[in-house]
């Protein structure tokens, strides 16, 4: 015998999941009313859109960045979506901030460890996204997942979010204490518009000062500069890609008088940036 699916229980589905109406309705018919077998319905719709838009690009989306209480740890998430629409609605985002909240309370290894983390009772983080492809109807994905960790006493994170969610970035001081969480904010603000690839020029991959080496001889050698001064001449350009590329070297851009480093030693003399991360959409 058929079971009958009442309108309070599509509707207990719908805040379940955030699946649409008629989805809940099919879900629930599909599992003779059992619940759970509805989540694992509407999950396995997810899976078989998820494999059919696996070549979809998702460049949309938001990204959360977030810190502890005590600002010893703190995590930036990026959840894809392929459109803008779909990014700003309520629920996409606050799916986006449930999932960086769980990241900064467990502080997974990596990406791969934050989707096997439990989303609630049912659902690991991965299987949730799963869920929800099925009822947004287009790729979804954790696409990115970064973390800083600090002891008690050896500094602290501070976060800043780009508006509309566009980037995250988090920050950390050498430094504790609330005096320090204004600079932190601008120095956050400063990563996020000026995009440096370290906090200093030790932070710089040998790969990237062989190539930047590279380039500095080659483009000395087609304006016809000397053999003997090439590597001098390439040098030099090496130092002003530091100035332009690392954090610490860099125009403040509050106060384009000062370095970072110095617009942090102004506000004490001792304070640093150790790291940063920072994640953007695209």
Same mark, same amino acid.
């Given at each position: ?8 229980? #599509? ?65 930036? #998430? ?205």
């Amino acid at each position: 015998m058929e079971v009958k699916i009442s309108a309070a229980d #599509v509707k207990k589905l719908r805040d379940m999941t955030g699946a649409g109406m008629m989805d809940c309705k099919k879900a629930l018919k599909e599992s003779n009313g059992d619940f759970d077998g509805a989540i694992e319905f509407l999950r396995k719709k997810g899976q078989k859109l998820s494999d059919k838009r696996a070549d979809r690009e998702a460049k949309e989306g938001v990204v959360i960045a977030l810190t502890s209480g005590n600002r010893n740890n703190g995590v930036v #998430v990026r959840l894809s979506c392929e459109t803008d629409f779909v990014a700003k609605t309520d629920s996409f985002v606050d799916l986006g901030k449930s999932i960086a909240d769980i990241a900064l309370k467990n502080l997974p290894a990596d990406l791969n460890g934050l989707l096997a983390l439990p989303y609630d009772s049912k659902l690991s983080v991965g299987e949730k996204v799963t869920e929800q492809l099925g009822v947004i109807g287009e790729k979804i994905e954790v696409a990115e997942y970064a973390k800083i960790e600090t002891a008690a006493g050896e500094g602290q994170v501070l976060p800043y979010i780009h508006m509309g969610y566009k980037a995250g970035v988090i920050v950390a001081l050498n430094l504790e204490g609330p005096q320090f969480a204004d600079p932190g904010k601008d120095v956050a603000m400063q990563v996020a518009a000026m995009k440096p690839i370290a906090v200093n020029a030790e932070g710089v991959s040998q790969e990237v000062k062989d190539k930047e080496l590279r380039i500095g001889m080659e483009m000395a050698q087609a304006e016809g500069k000397p053999e003997a001064m090439l590597e001098r001449i390439a040098t030099g350009r090496l130092n002003k890609f530091y100035k332009e590329n690392t954090l610490l070297a860099q125009i403040f851009v509050k106060d384009n008088k000062k370095t970072v480093a110095q617009y942090l030693e102004s506000i004490d003399k001792n304070l640093t940036v150790t790291d940063f991360k920072h994640i953007k959409l695209g």
